[in-house]
């Protein structure tokens, strides 16, 4: 019997030293490699040297070692030197908003929705979210980019999102196309409008924009649109900016906080009710140092990232009406202390920008300048790379697809002709970028 028993632990012993010096072997149609570079998986883990991706149509098909054998008769793309990392993610955005030195609901179309998508592509944001200024047309796009063959970021979207009657977010700012509900019923109507068109996300604002708006939204309307939305099984963001209604909205089941608490640190009571009510933080730095940045006139406005970013007339609308917001400076100084508190503490925080909402948040440029407020706040650039990729795949629910850059994924990869990891700045030294892995047309 034991001896029985040793034979089988042996057969079963070389078996498994058989199949692993066994080399695995890809065959057929449609690969692709990308070879000899540098990886970053989005993961959080260090980089990894002179690995080979083998693509198969839209997903990763392997990573291997430069020890493993290649398949052949393949598409190669020869990248030494070269880091591969996951396309950026942004959790919040606002798309067709602008265009050229216009802006407002008036517009949002499908045209313009195309165009800012394609520029985000070119940038190497492979998925943003759409943060509840959009009109029906999205439902379209967003069914569009979710195609395999798509060279569209992936596209999420709160639909139109809920404010305040003659409050936040302000009409004056061509705000005019959410939900702004006078009374509970009416909020639980039209979350059950809404909910038909299975919006990724509801986003509501709450607070009175700097005191400029009479009042906050009555927490009973807020609680209302949480609790309907739950009931459909669809998270809720929050703008936010007091700590106050921070605490509110936590005790009320809100998901996420779409901006960074401005008006004080956090404190221990807020961070016990985040991790209770397992919420996520998109600090959204970009926001508040396009607030004041534009009137010092920093060195990187003359790089070409940042112009070719700039819809024509805007380079000059800056030059000439630009006003920077008082504030803002100290909000920045204050966001990044706090996302720091709340990212050690161990909160998931994701990446997000505000891009879009008004014509200083550059869609395309802002990625990439949050990655460096994130660094300049104190994270480490692998740690921001987590934020903006695998962090926002798990609180946008798609970690099942795009969780970073591993066998089974998405295609959706940046490639940079620099080390992010030494300098977070070099997310700028765009080499190439796959979407659903196609490699996007850029010039
Ligand atoms: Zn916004």
Redesign the pocket.
């Known amino acids: 019997m034991r001896l029985k028993v040793t034979v089988l632990f042996l057969a079963i012993f070389f078996a498994a030293c058989s199949h692993k010096s066994e080399p695995r072997q890809f065959f057929g149609e449609n690969l692709t490699i990308l070879k000899g570079a540098r990886l970053i998986d989005g993961m959080g883990t260090p980089a990894r040297y002179n690995v080979n991706i083998i693509l198969k149509e839209d997903r990763i098909k392997a990573i291997l070692d430069a020890k493993e054998p290649l398949p052949t008769r393949t598409k190669v793309f020869e990248l030494e030197g070269k880091t591969i990392m996951p396309t950026l993610m942004s959790s919040?955005v606002?798309l067709g908003m602008t265009n050229g030195v216009q802006s407002g609901s008036r517009q949002i179309n499908e045209v313009n929705d195309l165009r800012q998508l394609y520029k985000f592509s070119k940038y190497g944001v492979g998925t943003v979210l759409s943060?509840?200024t959009d009109l029906d047309v999205i439902y379209n796009i967003r069914a569009n980019s979710q195609k395999t063959d798509s060279t569209l970021p992936l596209v999420l979207t709160a639909g139109r999102g809920f404010g305040v009657p003659a409050g936040a977010p302000p009409a004056a700012m061509g705000i005019d196309q959410v939900y702004r509900p006078k009374n509970v019923s009416e909020a639980r109507k039209q979350v059950k409008e809404l909910a038909l068109k299975k919006p990724n996300v509801i986003k509501i604002w709450v607070d009175d924009f700097d005191h400029s708006m009479k009042k906050k939204m009555d927490p009973q309307i807020y609680q209302a649109i949480i609790q309907e939305a739950h009931a459909a099984k669809i998270p809720v963001v929050a703008?936010v900016y007091y700590l106050e209604d921070a605490k509110l909205l936590a005790q009320a089941g809100v998901d996420v906080f779409?901006h960074s608490i401005r008006d004080q640190p956090v404190d221990m009571e807020l961070m016990s009710l985040m991790k209770l009510h397992n919420i996520a933080y998109i600090p959204t730095l970009a926001l508040d140092e396009a607030g004041y940045v534009f009137a010092e006139k920093p060195v990187w406005m003359k790089d070409e990232f940042f112009r070719a970013a700039l819809d024509p007339g805007v380079e000059d609308w800056i030059a000439k009406n630009y006003k920077s917001k008082a504030t803002s400076r100290e909000d920045l100084k204050m966001a990044m202390k706090n996302v720091m508190t709340l990212f050690k503490s161990g909160i998931v925080v994701g990446l997000g920008t505000?891009s879009g909402?008004n014509l200083q948040r550059i869609q395309g440029f802002s990625e990439h300048r949050e990655l460096q407020l994130l660094v300049e706040a104190g994270m480490t650039p692998v740690e921001a790379i987590r934020v903006a990729t695998v962090n926002n795949a798990n609180i946008l629910g798609i970690a099942k697809d795009y969780a970073g850059i591993a066998e089974g994924m998405k295609a959706n990869l940046l490639i940079l002709d620099a080390d992010p990891s030494e300098d977070i700045a070099n997310t700028q030294k765009i080499h190439s970028v796959f979407i659903n892995g196609k490699l996007i047309e850029r010039r």
Do not use: C, E, P, S
Request: proline content about 0%; charged content about 10%.
């Open positions: 919040h606002h943060m509840g703008h779409g505000d909402a």
